[in-house]
């Protein structure tokens, strides 16, 4: 456009050509619609399509550095690159881009120092040396694996304390709940060997006709904060049992847990590059699934993250497992023993600060005990001990951020303008201000129109709603996006079964807590919670394998199964 005004006012008293004068009046448009609306976003995917739009029609996209650059300045740069990879067994300095400092959230004012992200070149790497080493790690054969993950989980378990410290550390975890996820990693790298550790039979369909089930390839695993251990190693295990390459993308708010699983991977000896580690945001989980010899991804975060990764994983028409959170409904009817739910149902909700998928935040109670649930759970919820993560005592530590504390203030106070009440909590505990609390909050009156009550808040708030049959309680229970976890306390076993036809989720329990999953259950939500094959267990070796159907291929002798090992007898 410069240039176009510069020759204007070079040709004065020169008539532009009609071609000239289209250009400038396409340009002049082009700059008006990015004024007005291609400001900015927060949306990888939106700013994505947009870039790519506005780039076939003639603009360029420069970073703020090259900008500065061609201004005669430059950016500062820290003395030293924070680690942005581990790859072929070493640490890699971030080249370039962003560095995110990171924060205790039990004290803001400590810095944890930074991590950096990892940039496309080292992206490229961590896949290209993944995909090198898959073909041996999955000649390797069932039980060669199976050995290295039991390596594997010794190793976890030798650093259970240090494990434990981190999470506390970096992302709040009260002290025994970051003691048993440590042992619940461990559990399911045993479950793992136990369904994928040794060679099974190709099933024989027909005459000289069989099956297989063969590796992905290269895997990439996207993880979340809350549990930056258990649901890691819930993705490792399989996909490296079954014969998998996988790039781990983890969470920046848990870098120092990453550093302690990497170290137990290499203890066990997992081939150097087999499992690679980059961190960055949501836009380098895109562009690490966007690598070519990436084969499928798997992800555990938010909706509006997951309908992202599904529209790259569609557009490239490669395999997504997403598990996609919750809004989970508890629904209480009838005759209960209403202080054992009270107490179970603020347990769920409000441990490690509502910071769980599983976590029950919508209460849907019968009428006539409406008002005896709300006291009840009231005081259950304000006898749950408050207090420091490192303490063994406590249940309700820190958001992991006060960015996520200020958001749950918000949407709290934004309920009460609405004309919702608050039972017990709705502030910032005044002892704990030097760090990211924030009180366990019952909130009643909230409208089912409410975004309080319609979307997950991800942290210790609880809607508690009255309903008054299991026909209401039901539809409130599907009004919502989520579908991973509902739960019925009722004695009635008409309403049980009503219950677990209808509902539309991947998790139903009856009379139990609604936090908690068994380790060989598939896991997954319903709806907008979940895509794609469930998490654990026998369900596992549905996304981390893929069928093929052989012909002209002869039973071999059992007695040689043993013997032939991958090529006749292939895990899963």
């Known amino acids: 456009l410069e240039h176009v005004d510069a020759l204007t006012a070079l040709n004065r008293n020169v008539p532009l050509s009609a071609k000239l004068r289209a250009i400038h009046e396409q340009l002049r448009h082009q700059l008006d619609f990015i004024d007005r609306i291609a ?55 971030a080249e370039g881009g962003m560095q995110w400092g990171r924060r205790n959230p039990s004290r803001w004012d400590e810095s944890l120092g930074e991590v950096g992200e990892a940039s496309d070149a080292l992206i490229e790497s961590a896949v290209v040396g993944a995909a090198r080493n898959q073909p041996a790690w999955a000649a390797l054969g069932a039980e060669g694996r199976a050995a290295h993950l039991r390596l594997f989980a010794q190793a ?35 479950g793992a060997i136990e369904l994928f550790g040794t060679p099974r039979p190709w099933p024989i369909h027909g005459k000289n006709v069989c099956s297989r089930r063969a590796p992905v390839g290269v895997v990439a695993a996207v993880t979340p904060f ?46 150097q590059g087999l499992v690679a580690v980059v961190f960055g945001d949501g836009r380098t989980a895109q562009r690490l699934a966007g690598q070519p010899e990436v084969t499928a991804v798997t992800v555990t975060a938010s909706i509006a993250a997951g309908r992202q990764m599904a529209m790259l994983c569609g557009d490239a028409l490669k395999p997504l497992q997403a598990e996609l959170g919750g ?20 347990l769920s909700a409000f441990s490690f600060a509502g910071q769980r998928c599983t976590a029950g935040r919508r209460i849907l ?36 951020s006060k960015e996520q504390q200020e ?43 409410s975004a309080l009550f319609r979307e997950e808040l991800f ?102 199964q043993d013997l032939v090992g991958q090529t006749r007898s292939l895990p899963g």
């Open 39 to 93: 400001v900015s976003t927060y949306d990888p995917l939106h700013g994505e399509i947009t870039r790519r739009y506005l780039a076939g029609r003639g603009m360029a996209f420069l970073s703020t550095e090259e900008l500065i650059r061609r201004m005669g300045g430059a950016l500062p740069r820290p003395a030293v690159r924070a680690e942005g990879a581990w790859i072929d067994g070493r640490w890699r300095p």
């Open 156 to 190: 976890l378990e030798n650093r259970q304390a240090a494990l434990t410290q981190a999470m506390i550390t970096e992302i709040g975890k009260p002290l025994r709940d970051a003691e048993a996820e440590v042992a619940r990693a461990v559990e399911l790298i045993h």
């Open 226 to 271: 809350n549990h930056p251990v258990s649901i890691a190693v819930g993705k490792l295990a399989p996909a490296l049992a079954l014969g998998n390459a996988v790039v781990w993308k983890p969470s920046l708010a848990a870098t120092m847990t990453t550093r302690l699983v990497v170290e137990a991977l290499a203890e066990a000896e997992v081939p």
């Open 327 to 346: 809004n989970n409904a508890v629904v209480v009817m009838g005759e209960v023993d209403i202080a054992r739910v009270a107490r179970e149902i603020a």
């Open 365 to 400: 109670v019968e009428r006539s005990s409406y008002a005896r649930l709300v006291d009840a759970l009231a005081a259950a919820t304000e006898a749950l001990p408050v207090g420091e993560p490192v303490e063994d005592s406590t249940v309700v530590g820190p958001l992991v």
């Open 407 to 449: 958001a749950v203030a918000r949407a709290v106070a934004g309920a009460r303008r609405a004309g919702a009440r608050v039972v017990c909590g709705g502030e910032v505990p005044k002892e704990f201000t030097h760090g990211c609390w924030y009180a366990p909050t019952i909130v009643t009156d909230a409208a089912p129109a």
């Open 459 to 560: 942290g210790p708030v609880a809607v508690v709603h009255p309903v008054t049959d299991i026909e209401e309680a039901l539809e409130l229970v599907n009004a919502v996006d989520h579908g991973l976890v509902a739960t019925l306390y009722s004695g009635d076993e008409a309403v049980q079964r009503r219950f677990i036809a209808e509902v539309r989720a991947g998790v139903v329990k009856l009379n139990c807590p609604p936090a908690g999953v068994h380790a060989d259950a598939p896991f997954g939500g319903w709806k907008a919670s979940g895509l794609g094959p469930p998490e654990h267990g026998v369900w596992d070796e549905e996304f981390y394998t893929r069928a093929q159907a052989l012909y002209g291929f002869a039973p071999v002798p059992e007695e040689a």
